[in-house]
């Protein structure tokens, strides 16, 4: 792990404070939709855990070491059981069919190979299970898209990963998922850039 993982762990719960207020419907939308045995992939330091029911069987993937003992601290004042299985979305170490949700918030935008993460999902969702996404996307404005780009190395650069410009709705719209159902909207944070993004459901 290098010191820029170390570093993202250390400063995401203060950065994201700054919009967390308004990402808060969207973890409802998410995770608080969520029953049975469920998967997050890219569990972060755990921003999710307040938002899902009581009875599910919560089980996270995450990578970054310093992420997650942030997220275990979380879960332990929390009063909250969660599996955290150190390992990435790409190759998701369980077997096809085994839970009934998986969610992402906010993960998409940064993993190596997004069509993979996905379509792993895919696999690991029960039939008329539930993928539940929000995440921030490319836009569909030409102008808006161009700008994107154009600021994305940088932007990668300071956020240690993150891309301004993926068609995560497009990637997930070709997983083979049975129906995908999503809105999507802008979340501007005073920035010169506007951040489009999508909250939904796959039905796999
Ligand atoms: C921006 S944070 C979001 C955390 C949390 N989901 C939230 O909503 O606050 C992205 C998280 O994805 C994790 N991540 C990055 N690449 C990943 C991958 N390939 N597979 C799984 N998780 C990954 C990062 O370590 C980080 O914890």
Redesign the pocket.
Known sequence: MSLSDRLFAAF?DVL?SVVEGRVEPYRRETAGKTWGDVLE?????G??LPYYPPDVRLTM????PH?TKRLNRRAKKLGRAVEVVPD???KLPFDDASFDCVVT???LC???DLDR?VSEARRVIRPGGSFLFYEHVVSSNGAMRRWQRLLNPAWRFATTG?NLDRDIAGAIRAAGFRRVELTSFDLSVGLPVTIPNIVGAAEA
């Open positions: 995401y994201n992939i890219g569990g972060g330091t921003a999710n993937v995450e990578p970054n992420m990435v979305g790409e918030t906010l993960v940064m993993v190596d993460v993150c």
